[in-house]
Structure formats: C-alpha cells, structure tokens
C-alpha cells in the first residue's frame, strides 16, 4: 500500500499498510480512509507496469516488439514469433490486481453507512474503484465474476476455490453502470485530496462505458464473446440508445468541467515539468521526495510493480551511439549517455513504433505539434555529464560537434539525397547514415528498424535532482503516469456522433474534434529542435478536418494525441478495428545494418478480442471446466 501525494500543500493521503480488512475495521473512518487510500496505490501496480503497458499496445497498428523484446513482447505481438496462451498472456497483470481491491471497494460501500462522519462523496470514491476495474476487466476478458464468495458485490471475507463468470451485460448493468452513476452524482467537482477522483472523471469512465457497450450491442463484426449470451440490454434498450447516453455523458463533462481545461498546448500536456496539470483526470502517482511514499527505490528500479517503469520498454539504445575523439574516427566515445531526462532515461528496447505510425499517423508533422510533442527524435551530445572532458567531438562527416549538438536525428520524412548508411568510415556504431554537410547522423522514416526508432518523449524520465550530472537514470519513474485525460471527453462525445447520437448545436462530430486539432496546431516550443517557436497553425489544422469524419478518421485523431499511452488495443477491440488496422505492419529488422523495411503478417482471429483468463487462477480453482475463454 502507498501514498498519493501531490506536489502542493493540498491535502494528501496518509497510510497505515495491512494485511487484512475485516467488516469491523471498515465501520471505523481511520478503516475506511484507509481502504481508499489503497484504492488509489492499486493503480501503481497497473499503470506503469511494463508488462501491461506491453499488453496495452504490441500487437497494434502502433506497436511491434524491438530488438531486446523477450516472449513477454513477442507472444503479444501475434506475428508467429510467440504463442498468445493463458500463461503467456500479459494482461494478466489485470486480472492479478483488481480482485482485491474490488472486494475492498466493496467491503466500505456495504459498511461505511455505520460511519456518521462518512460522507456519499467518499463512499462515491470506492464505487468509482469498482466500478472501473469491473470496466477493466470486461472490457479485457469478457464476462467476469460479480460474486467473489459471498454474494454478488458483496464484502468477502473468506477464500473461494469456485467461481461463476456473469455475462457482459450483467458486468456493464449490475455494476459499471450503477457505481458511475452514484459516483456521477456524489463525487465533487474538485477531488478531496490531490489527484483524488472527481464527477468529472466519473463522467469521462462512465461516457466511455456506454460506449464501449453500445458497440458491444451492435457487434458490427461479429465477434464472439463469453460467456456466450444474446445481445440484448437487460433493461431494453438499444445501442442506438447507449451511444445518445454516452454522447450526453461526455458533454454534460465538457460543459461542467470544474477545475479542469485542456491545456493550451500538446506540449504542456506531457511536459514533465508540467505533471498533474488541470487536463489530468486520473494517474497513478510517484514522487522522488521519498522512497516510502514513492513505493520504490529513488537509484534502482528492478522492472517490477508498482515502479513506473513502462516507458523503458520504448525506449531504443541510444547509448550505442558513438562519436570519435578526432576526425580519423580512430577512438570512439559514447557521446550520448544515459541521464534521467525526458528525452532519454533507461532504454530497455523492448517495443518500438512501426513505419506506419510514423509516417501515416503522423504525416503532417508541420502544422500538427503532436509528433514533436510525442518523440524524441533528436539526440543532443551530454558526454561531459558524464565524465568525459573532450570539449568537442567529431561525429557524421568527421564535422565537429559540442554538448548540446545533434548527435543523432530521426529525420520528418524521406530526404531528397539519399543517406549513406554504409557506416563504412562514419561509425555511429547504430547503423545510422549522414547527408552531405551534416553534422548529426540521420535516419528517415524507412530507415526505422527494430534496434533503432524515435524514444517516447511524453512518457520520458524526469528528475530535478540530477546536479550537473546524469542523475538517476536508473529509477522507476518518479513521474505520475496518466490514465485519463480531459481531451477524451471530446474524443467519446465525438465517436458518439459519429455512431448516430443526436448532437447538440456547437457540438456535432467535427466541431469536437476540431478543438482538439485546433490545440494541435498551436506551438509554443520546439521540441526536438529545442528551441521556442510561437506559431498558431489552428486554422490549417481545421481546414484539414474532412467534411464528414468517420470511425476511421476518430480512430487516427486518438491515436495521434494518445500515442503511446495505453489506448490503442482498448480503442481497435472497442471498434473491432483490430484485425482490419493491424494484420501487418511494416519496420526494419532487428540489426544496426537493417535498413530495409520488412512487411510482417500477424494473424488477429475473433478469439483474440478477449485475453485469455490467466492460468493461475484456472489452477487455483476447484472446477475451472469452461472457464477460459474460447480459442485458448
């Protein structure tokens, strides 16, 4: 268990760490806070797990495994380099860490009632827990147990060794559904303490569940689910009606926003110096003030929960690079060293980004701020951080470069000269080319390949404690990972419309989306060229907004402001897009000297819309005949 802290004089939560609720202790307030502190911790063991953040995206038209993946990458990649199974199956991280704290949600809202000090608003803050890890885990398996052992949601205090799956429409109406209303209706506009949930993120998880079930409803694609059940509301109503609710939902946030706005900029929105700014609805917190409050070491982070380590994974080895000491190229150094800074920090080079996202997602890399505001695609000498004197080194064309100079750049687009990757005389030591004239080694687009790719910038490390050195680059991220952002409420309210809801004057499907494309066009620095650039090109963006959008054209607008963060397998199952966008993708192989993209073929069947139930729990279970979900 751990704390949420903010980095203001608001309040914050306290901990007691236990190993045990009993009903007694959560008819006491010190019990009750304390349950829903650890509601808060349990996010930490989700969102920044690598292994989940793995699950969230290889496997997608965004992502493919890098060239240091293991099976825990390549199973999840479905491209025959690995066996998707119940044992190999990364979503299980889910599944391992929300039972628990379902069962504690549960445990307040059946016995704070005898607690005259407890409020509805904080009891709303366990039904908002519940009900968004049982969105969670429908939306991951299927349908889930609603009974833990002693009723359906109810308070277990004694081990089961059986279990009964209920259908998804008695996971979305008996409980996501009920929990996000009351939470809708209890919570305040301003969370009870720093980072705390509010009506507004109540509102964003519950316009999303009518979503997500509404398409579920309408299963354009027939995919199965299971437990196998009609597609049928218990309560009679249809998709059409679940996509108004969704619509409504998301508005009625967007027009009620309390504390909370999108930020001027893409920039400012994953700034790090920027973090838990007023666009953040939810994230799993960490601070480097403490190691006890940050739940793990502040100098060493070993790849395990509940650090925030998962932007690791997409991080490629931009310490290979090498410049040399004098023009010869005779003594090469590391001129690029690892520091823990938001364009670098620790490169596990596990996940990388296709072609395709790079150069479809992201065509318009002018006007659009999004892919500046998303990778690292430059990176800048820092040898003296880390002992080395030279005052200058010598890097592509034998040109001399100082700290702070480009060392390695992945180019916007294909150069109109082509790139020397010949590596014969200039040695990068990854494989990157030089232009005539150039300093920087360079990579285009096509170039891209398993080894070397854009880092993730928006997720990147970040410490204010390095000194004048490399810091720790090492550590868990000490960053909150975001989980839900106020920009989403536009994106739901949109795809709603797109689906059929009736709109509201202002607020049609173009009009939601072009606010968020407006804010893409707005710049106030350059990322990667590291410098600040005050340009508005809202306008172009608008004009560049199609007449008439479709799913296909929201699902290209998510993808380029939520890249990298989690969403994309959710948002491709949701639509039932997944086999459609992502049976191949395109990317370099796995070496320095792989400058040939390679089409891959991946075999995405219905069976994969659900992720296996995990084998452990089949093998705690005392019958678990017909408990796995089909195709595993």
Same mark, same amino acid.
């Given at each position: +268990?751990? +704390?949420?802290? &903010? ?10 760490? =236990?190993?045990?609720?009993t009903p ?13 502190t ?12 690598? #292994? ?5 995206l ?17 199973? +999840? ?17 889910v ?56 009723g359906?949601?109810?308070? *277990? ?6 279990s ?22 209890d $919570? ?7 980072? &705390?949930?509010?009506?507004? /993120? ?16 309408? *299963? ?8 196998? @059940? ?7 109503h ?35 110096q ?7 609805l939810l ?19 070993? &790849?395990?929960?509940?650090? *925030? ?10 310490t ?17 060293? %690892?520091?823990?800074?938001?364009? $670098? ?5 596990? +996940? ?12 318009? !890399?002018?006007?659009?701020s ?14 003296? !951080? ?51 004239? =150039? ?21 990147g ?6 000194? @004048? ?23 739901? /309210? ?5 689906? &059929? ?22 710049? %106030? ?17 608008? *004009? ?11 699902? /290209? ?24 966008? /992502? ?7 796995? @070496? ?9 073929? =991946? ?28 195709? #595993?």
């Open positions: +268990m751990a +704390m949420l802290i &903010g980095s203001c004089s608001d309040d914050i939560l306290e901990e007691q760490p =236990r190993s045990v609720y007694a202790y959560f008819k006491t307030e010190k019990g009750i806070y304390g349950g829903i650890s509601m808060y911790a349990h996010l930490r063991y989700m969102y920044g797990n690598g #292994y989940f953040y793995n699950a969230c290889t496997g997608t038209d965004e992502v493919t495994y890098a060239s240091s993946g293991d099976a825990n990458f390549k199973d +999840m990649d479905l491209s025959g380099v690995g066996q998707l199974t119940g044992l190999t199956s990364r979503s299980d991280v599944w391992n860490n929300v039972y628990s704290n379902i069962n504690t949600a549960s445990g307040i809202i059946e016995n704070a009632v005898a607690v005259p000090t407890i409020t509805n608003a904080v009891i709303a803050e366990a039904r908002f827990f519940r009900a968004f890890d049982y969105f969670l885990l429908v939306q991951t398996f299927g349908g889930v147990p609603l009974d833990l052992g002693s359906e949601l109810k308070f *277990n205090t004694n081990t089961s060794r059986t009964v799956r209920n259908t998804v429409p008695e996971v979305y109406t008996k409980a996501v559904f009920p929990d996000l209303v009351a939470a809708v209706n $919570l305040p506009e301003s969370g009870r303490v720093t980072g &705390g949930v509010t009506k507004t /993120a109540a509102r964003l998880y519950l316009a999303k569940a009518y979503l997500t079930y509404a398409w579920w409803l309408q *299963n354009p694609n027939n995919i199965p689910t299971y437990p196998e @059940t009609a597609r049928v509301d218990p309560d009679g249809d998709a059409n009606w679940y996509f108004q609710q969704a619509y409504d939902v998301a508005t009625a946030g967007i027009d009620n926003p309390g504390p909370f706005a999108l930020q001027p900029t893409y920039y400012d929105v994953n700034l790090a920027n973090d838990r700014n007023n666009e953040i994230y799993a917190d960490h601070t480097q003030s403490s190691e006890f409050y940050n739940g793990g070491s502040l100098t060493y982070g070993t &790849g395990a929960s509940p650090d *925030n380590f998962s932007v690791w994974m997409m991080t490629s080895n931009y290979l690079i090498r410049s040399a000491a004098d023009a010869s190229q005779a003594t090469l150094i590391s001129s690029v060293q %690892r520091e823990a800074e938001q364009h $670098l920090g620790r490169p596990w080079s596990c +996940m990388a980004p296709t072609i395709g996202a790079l150069t479809k997602t992201f065509a318009d !890399k002018t006007n659009d999004r892919y500046d505001g998303t990778f690292t695609t430059v990176y800048r000498g820092n040898w003296p !951080k880390g002992g080395v004197t030279n005052a200058q080194l010598y890097n592509a064309n034998s040109l001399p470069v100082v700290p702070g100079d480009a060392i390695l750049t992945f180019l916007n687009d294909e150069p109109s000269t082509a790139i020397d990757y010949s590596n014969a005389v200039y040695k990068s030591n990854i494989g990157a080319g030089v232009l005539p004239g =150039r300093a920087d080694y360079v990579i285009s687009p096509q170039g891209v390949n398993r080894l070397r790719y854009p880092g993730l910038w928006k997720l490390t970040y410490r204010t404690d390095n000194g @004048t050195g490399l810091g720790q680059p090492n550590a868990g991220l000490t960053r909150p990972f975001n989980i839900a952002k106020f920009s989403e409420l536009y994106f739901i /309210a949109a795809e709603a419309a797109v689906k &059929g809801a009736a709109t509201q004057g202002g607020k049609n499907a173009n009009d939601l989306i072009n606010v968020i494309r407006a804010r893409a066009g707005k710049w %106030r620095f350059d990322n990667n060229g590291n410098v600040a650039k005050a340009q508005d090109n809202s306008t172009a963006m608008v *004009n560049a907004t199609p007449g008439t959008i479709d799913i296909d054209y929201i699902l /290209a607008e998510r993808s380029r402001e939520f890249f990298g963060e989690g969403y994309r397998w959710y948002d491709l199952v949701r639509t039932q897009k997944w086999t459609e966008y /992502a049976s191949s993708y395109v990317i370099g192989g796995l @070496t320095a000297t792989s400058v040939t993209p390679q089409t891959v073929q =991946r075999t995405i069947t219905p069976s994969l819309y659900l992720r296996p139930i995990p084998q452990a729990q089949l093998d705690r279970m005392e019958n678990a005949a017909g408990y796995q979900n089909p195709g #595993y």
